[in-house]
């Protein structure tokens, strides 16, 4: 589970999927079948593995990151935007 403040919607759950995308989903609606509030492909070539996932807040932001099977950690920032959307951040 992940908590963006300023982001419409602002409780989300983050899966990483086996098809190498990420998905951010609306913790307060997931009766029926619905479209993810965002999706971004994660890792080209490689596997997510999302036991080793984790979200943090900083000043300047929401993060998530994991070690994949390419032995990269890989990072994202979650915007506070309406909808929120998953941004790659370099290293």
């Not at 992940?2 to 989300?12: E, F, N, R």
């Not at 913790?27 to 070539?45: D, E, H």
């Not at 900083?58 to 929120?84: C, E, L, M, Q, R």
Request: aromatic fraction near 6%; glycine fraction near 8%; charged fraction near 10%.
């Amino acid at each position: 589970m992940i908590d963006v403040p300023g982001a419409t919607p602002s409780q989300l759950v983050l899966t990483l999927g086996k098809d190498q995308n990420a998905y951010l989903v609306n913790r307060n609606n997931l009766s029926g079948i619905t479209s993810p509030v965002a999706q971004a492909n994660m890792v080209a070539g490689a596997t997510n593995r999302g036991t080793s996932a984790v979200t943090y807040h900083t000043s300047h932001g929401t993060y998530f990151a994991f070690h994949d099977d390419g032995n990269a950690i890989a990072v994202y920032k979650v915007t506070a935007t309406n909808p929120p959307t998953i941004v790659a951040v370099g290293l």
